[in-house]
């Protein structure tokens, strides 16, 4: 029995047990469709590894995407492997994820097999007399035994020293690459020596010895005692040449170039918060439940990692005592709390309000959290029957003003933006705001689910939190904070913090990690959150009486649409049924279905009926009838109701952590989805007014995701193009349909904006053709045509798509990541919406991220003009909308068009067009 030395080096062939996995049982799926059973598999020994050996260090080893030496060496090696099959492929990240979450260090090594990463490991361990366990069930790596390297195959339970090698394979580690250079090998393509198989290479190696012994005793295989010994001399001879190309390919190279060295491969405290989501992904129920009760014992930290390890997250629910928490009622406490702040380096925010209105909210409390466990609540305002004296609202805050205030002092909260502006009506101006949980999780992946308090304390830290239904009640009864209890109030509160602080904790090492995520947190999102505040703040004045009027003409024409639709029908019917609009489209009028809903009955979705329109009235009119009940319900009836009484303006809710791109969006109201190439939607914007003596200025990007295009590609045309200053789609016409500039017709270039814009939204040939009324062939030869003018556009295009499915996300320019889950989706439909998410992302984060950028020096820049000169009060995609004063209306706008023309440096000059008038549309 080989017995294993204590707290042995572990280098694991993971690419070996990839593959052994997804061909053994179970046959795992979650609940998705996604193949989940090689992750199970592979993640199952590592586990094993972990509980049987209790190691200190250890690696995990797989192939690199690529050719490697070997390939260079013999363009046959492997040749005849069938490609890797998709459901195995889309389990690599994940798996490469968990074990990165287990603490676990990863290496893929381009242009080396995983084989010569574990040999040169071995074999550096082994010089520094370290005992080594190599975890494989590749018979190659028994040439790297040694009396300090040992083999263990997990899946049949064997393990192997110098003797195990003997007695496995008839001859020593010292001779396995000659056993298999002269056997070959029919998986890799290694040719070996005709006419040779294991009973034969080893009566040669056990009769004479190595190859190279063979070619100095040629004269004596003769006499070796085995069938067909006459002949191998004569082969040796002729196949010279192949049997040393057979051992170099069968020999593990052990000399690779390597970051990181034996010493270095300390295991880490696992990040239980991510193994949870991980194991909560691939529904490996029972491994979750362990993470989540802290009793995943595989891969907590052993004696002799503590000694050189952080200690590890909080993994569960009981790792948060909320029973404790001080509630802050006495000047004397509070004095003593007011005198530990500045000596924390962080303190975790939160205040308690009335509402989630920020331009209403009282505040009823605040907690401060200054260390995980070390958190607090001050009620201030809970006016209850029965409820204790409170310490003054106005005293507290006018105590704590100066610190709230103080640039220096760190601070850390969830959705900060919030308690800022409640701060601010309270007269104090929040500063020191370094860190915001809410936008460190939607950085670290913008995909993610949700990324509020409560979702991320269970995702990350394993812990259910008090919901505010368990304190408030739900639906009609639901009370205000300032109704309930200090016994149920006080945890709650101090437990936001206290949590908020933890989360930080767990967050930050994930973007510290990647330099473009921490850049993209750091200079582009949280300098973001102080001129959102003020912006939102700020609001943007309407004419109520001008949306009335608009609202009362709304309900006069949606009135006609329906009697034209009822005469059509031929009865009344409501049409906002999806039932009646079936059996009237389908049923009675027999139009096409297009498609089905998920039950099999005909859809009548938005899109469906956008493509009836084309060749039926009465559809057109459905759509219509849409269209105009959507603006009324959402914008004439409801931007009214929406004024603030105090200040007489709207005051919109803008989202940093909602659309996956960076995108900014807005709710109550949303100010991000008003139509403006309909004359409805144009007479909203109309409602969108200018103070007294002051004008409405708006400017935004011209074809800014084109420009980018034009960047990322680096198409010579495209870059000439606008270079010169072309229209860009006139520009396309003309060599598309290879005219002069000059001749180009309005429906070529029509076409040619179809085209650059369906090519960056990733739109196929046959949604061009939809759009331009075309057959798909003349859509498709337009497309040969613009690649074939636009060469470097295609390869993009190729290199993103090839990119995204190697690493499953792709990047804007400045290094925010976008993840595209569906791109290795067996189902080819998620698959191809994922490939064209992957091209157009890129395009639309970076232009997300310069418009926000553009907005950091607007604001620098605002802040050094006179009170009252100019300020933003919108932000709609590509455009930054302006209240300015009218006599400074000249300056303001030519420096504003600087500033943002210059908030990033492309290969193409970026253009920013102003517009201005006493209103948002006439400023467009």
């Not at 013999?74 to 195995?88: F, G, Q, T, V």
């Not at 309930?484 to 908020?500: F, G, K, M, N, W």
Request: charged share 25%; hydrophobic share 40%.
């Amino acid at each position: 029995m080989v017995v294993i030395p204590d707290n042995p080096l572990i280098l694991v062939d993971g690419s070996s047990y990839l593959f052994r996995a997804y061909h053994s049982p179970p046959h795992l799926t979650n609940s998705k469709g996604e193949a989940t059973g090689a992750i199970y598999g592979v993640v199952n020994m590592l586990k094993s590894l972990l509980r049987q050996y209790k190691p200190s260090q250890m690696v995990v080893v797989f192939d690199a995407k690529g050719p490697t030496f070997r390939n260079e060496m013999y363009s046959e090696y492997k040749a005849h492997r069938p490609p890797m099959p998709d459901d195995l492929r889309s389990q690599i990240a994940p798996l490469h994820q968990i074990i990165e979450a287990m603490g676990l260090p990863l290496l893929c090594i381009s242009g080396v097999e995983a084989d010569d990463v574990i040999g040169t490991l071995a074999v550096q361990a082994s010089q520094q007399g370290r005992h080594v366990l190599i975890s494989t069930g590749d018979k190659d790596m028994a040439q790297l035994v040694d009396q300090h390297v040992t083999l263990i195959n997990t899946m049949t339970d064997t393990i192997l020293d110098p003797a195990g090698v003997t007695e496995k394979f008839g001859v020593g580690p010292e001779l396995i690459i000659d056993y298999l250079a002269l056997m070959g090998d029919k998986a890799d393509n290694i040719p070996g020596l005709p006419g040779v198989g294991e009973k034969t290479a080893l009566a040669l190696l056990q009769g004479i010895g190595s190859i190279e012994k063979l070619y100095q005793q040629l004269d004596q295989i003769a006499a070796l005692n085995f069938r067909g010994s006459k002949t191998i001399a004569a082969k040796l001879e002729e196949f010279k040449e192949q049997l040393v190309l057979s051992y170099q390919l069968a020999t593990i190279k052990t000399d690779v170039e390597l970051s990181l060295q034996p010493g270095s491969l300390d295991i880490k405290a696992p990040d239980q918060g991510k193994l949870a989501e991980l194991f909560a992904a691939c529904e490996f129920r029972r491994w979750l439940s362990e993470v989540l009760a802290g009793k995943d014992t595989a891969a907590a930290p052993t004696e002799a990692r503590k000694a050189n390890e952080e200690p590890a997250k909080e993994p569960a629910a009981s790792g948060i005592d909320t029973s404790g928490y001080p509630c802050i009622l006495t000047k004397a406490d509070f004095q003593q709390l007011l005198k530990r702040l500045p000596e924390a380096e962080l303190v975790a925010f939160d205040t308690e309000t009335t509402s989630l209105d920020y331009m209403q909210a009282d505040i009823v409390g605040i907690s401060l959290a200054l260390a995980a466990g070390d958190a607090c609540y001050i009620p201030l305002a809970h006016d209850y029957v029965g409820a204790p004296e409170q310490l003054d609202r106005g005293w507290v805050l006018a105590q704590l003003k100066d610190w709230l205030e103080d640039e220096s002092k760190a601070k850390v909260g969830q959705n900060l933006k919030y308690d800022q502006s409640v701060l601010a009506r309270h007269g104090i101006q929040l500063r020191g705001i370094r860190f915001d949980t809410m936008l460190e999780s939607y950085i670290v992946n913008s995909v993610a689910s949700r990324h509020d308090m409560d979702s991320l304390a269970l995702k990350y830290l394993g812990h259910k939190t008090i919901s505010f239904e368990d304190i408030a009640g739900k639906g009609a009864k639901q009370i205000t904070f300032n109704q309930i209890a200090l016994e149920q109030a006080s945890p709650y509160a101090a437990e936001d913090a206290d949590v908020t602080l933890r989360l930080h904790q767990t967050l930050w090492p994930m973007l510290e990690q990647h330099s473009g995520l921490h850049k993209v947190f750091s200079d582009i999102e949280m300098p973001l959150v102080p001129i959102l505040s003020k912006m939102e703040r700020t609001g943007v004045k309407i004419d109520s009486h001008l949306l009335a009027q608009q609202s009362l003409d709304l309900a006069k024409r949606i009135s006609e649409i329906e009697q034209q639709a009822y005469q059509m029908a031929g009865k009344e019917f409501n049409l906002s049924s999806p039932k009646q609009l079936q059996e009237i489209l389908f049923e009675q009028m027999g139009l096409p279905v297009l498609k089905k809903t998920p039950t099999g009955t005909p859809s009548t979705a938005e899109e469906v009926l956008a493509e009836l329109a084309h060749d039926y009235e009465f559809p057109k009119l459905i759509t219509e009838h849409r269209g105009l009940s959507k603006l009324k319900s959402t914008y004439t009836d409801k931007l009214p109701l929406s004024v603030n009484l105090a200040t007489g303006r709207v005051h919109t809710s803008y989202h940093q952590a909602v659309a996956a791109t960076g995108r900014l969006s807005s709710t109550e109201p949303n100010l991000q989805n008003i139509p403006i190439r309909s004359e409805e939607g144009r007479r909203i914007r109309q409602a969108f007014i200018a103070e007294t003596g002051k004008t409405i200025l708006a400017i935004d990007y011209s074809q800014i995701e084109l420009r980018i295009m034009a960047h990322l590609s680096r198409d010579p045309a495209l870059l000439n193009a606008f270079a010169q200053g072309k229209d860009i789609h006139r520009a396309t016409a003309a060599e598309v349909f290879g005219v002069a500039l000059d001749q180009v017709s309005a429906e070529q270039r029509r076409r040619a904006k179809a085209v650059n814009f369906g090519l960056i939204y990733g739109m196929s040939a046959f949604g061009l053709a939809r759009q331009l009324g075309i057959s798909r062939g003349e859509a498709q030869q337009y497309v040969d045509l613009y690649f074939e003018r636009f060469p470097g556009v295609l390869e993009y295009m190729e290199r993103t798509r090839t990119q995204a499915h190697g690493q499953g996300y792709v990047e804007t320019l400045f290094g925010r990541r976008l993840y595209l889950p569906e791109i290795n989706a067996k189902n080819m439909a998620r698959k191809k919406a994922a490939e064209r998410a992957a091209i157009n992302a890129p395009m639309q984060g970076t232009a997300a991220d310069i418009i926000k950028m553009a907005m950091i020096k607007v604001a620098a820049w605002q802040d050094k003009q006179p009170e009252g000169v100019v300020a933003m009060i919108m932000q709609v995609h590509d455009e930054l909308v302006f209240e300015v004063k009218t006599e400074e209306l000249e300056r303001v706008s030519t420096e504003l068009v600087d500033l943002m023309q210059s908030a990033a440096s492309l290969d193409v000059p970026l253009l920013a067009e102003a517009g201005f008038g006493p209103n948002w549309d006439q400023a467009h």
